[in-house]
């Protein structure tokens, strides 16, 4: 799957991952590069296709499949991060997560389908898909769900040639992660990383080392996880 000449669309291209996506994408040659958000007057990539996007609205959804009916590559990047909890989290947070990350992914995937045989899909997740972290169990359970989702998808659009990849990644340096004062990456480097990925028709991507290691340590006993876990992130926030 070549970048250059492809036509694609990426989800949340208003800013962080997507809007560097789509700067990377028209680097690379991209012949159209569809740049989606909920508010798409706030994109500001030169020479990008500007569409509006909410990928909750099932209207919107199909309005989007509509405006771009050339779609070679899908990139589902738009997330968000409530901060809730599972136990004590504010419910209605945690469906938005689970609405956005599973339900809204799956959709946009349901609709673009039909015109993405021979291309490609690229999901973009987390390291935390694999890993709890406190303050984050609804990002941690909708992620592991988009997990999921990637891997049945990639299953089930085998038949008509379609290559699903899933990107795995610790911190970036953008918006969402701008508490956070451990070592980021910067965002330039994932993007590099996933669209190489892509390239090679690779089914996952793991765009740093954080996301390497909790990828290694789901063969062991999360008793043992957890206690590694705790020590690494101590030391990457100090």
Do not use: C
Not at 72 to 80: C, M, Q, R, S, T
């Amino acid at each position: 799957m070549q970048i250059n000449g492809a036509n694609v669309l990426v989800t949340g291209a208003n800013r962080g991952l997507g809007r560097q996506f789509a700067r990377s994408l028209a680097e690379r040659g991209a012949a159209k590069v569809y740049a989606t958000a909920r508010r798409p007057e706030l994109i500001d990539v030169p020479g990008v296709i500007p569409v509006r996007l909410d990928i909750t609205d099932g209207d919107s959804v199909a309005a989007a499949a509509a405006a771009a009916p050339d779609v070679d590559i899908l990139i589902n990047n738009a997330g968000i991060s409530t901060g809730a909890n599972l136990i004590t989290g504010d419910l209605a947070a945690i469906r938005s997560e689970m609405d956005t990350h599973f339900y809204g992914t799956l959709g946009v995937i349901r609709a673009f389908a039909p015109q993405l045989a021979g291309g490609a899909i690229l999901n973009v997740l987390s390291a935390i898909s694999w890993l709890a972290v406190d303050g984050a169990g609804a990002y941690h359970a909708a992620k592991a769900a988009e997990w999921a989702l990637t891997n049945s998808a990639r299953l089930e659009l085998a038949a008509q040639g379609t290559l699903v990849t899933g990107l795995h990644l610790g911190a970036a340096d953008t918006d969402m992660m701008a508490w956070y004062d451990g070592d980021k990456t910067a965002p330039e480097v994932i993007v590099a990383a996933a669209l190489d990925g892509v390239e090679a028709s690779r089914t996952e991507v793991l765009a740093d080392a954080w996301s390497a290691q909790v990828k290694a340590w789901l063969s062991q006993d999360p008793a043992v996880v957890y206690r590694e876990a705790a020590a690494a992130l101590s030391v990457l926030a100090a």
